[in-house]
């Protein structure tokens, strides 16, 4: 029998249950280190909810469209994802919430679309429960990552006291990804491109927060 080994006695000096050991710890190390190992995508609306609708647009679609393709983007960076909703269904505020609650190293990013009386009214914002300092740190990141390639206000990071977010214990921030009421603005949220191009840039700020 003969033992081929790229370092000559190596086998000797490091015993492979060290190596074994070694490789372990690290894992363990960088997930301790980890912000989170699980994001909860919460769709907006649903089912007899349709959230805004203009223009024969209903944010219910949008947001489930948008939630699938975030979902495939993590998903490819190796990231555990799980969905508020997956069909077009109702699912009370509550019960998401109650997802997110499971375990303390998941983050909750719920998924809307914006409308206002103001059809001239456009721009992304991100919102975070107030004095909740991880929310805003995590909202500051997706918010900087969709400002960056997406041509339209932005309208920033907010504190806001929407029930979904104080029904979240853990970090959790809701993403407007455009205004449906204006025409421009729904004409892009759209189109798949357009959502493909937000689920890019989310994914994006939630890796920055990991
Ligand atoms: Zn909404």
Known sequence: MITISRFPGSALRFPKWRLILLVWLTCLGGGLA???DTVVIDAGHGGKDNGSKWYGVAEKTLTLDLAKRLKSVLEKKGVEVEMTRSTDVFVALEKRAEMANRSAKTIFVSLHFNAHRDRSIKGIETFYYPGSSEGRVLATYV????GNRIKTRNRGVRPSRLKVLRLTKGTAILVECGFISNRWECQRCASSWFRQV?????AEGLMRYQ
Do not use: D, R
Not at 143 to 146: F, Y
């Open 143 to 146: 918010q900087s990552e969709l």
């Open 34 to 36: 980890q912000k989170f």
């Open 198 to 202: 937000l689920a890019e840039e989310i």
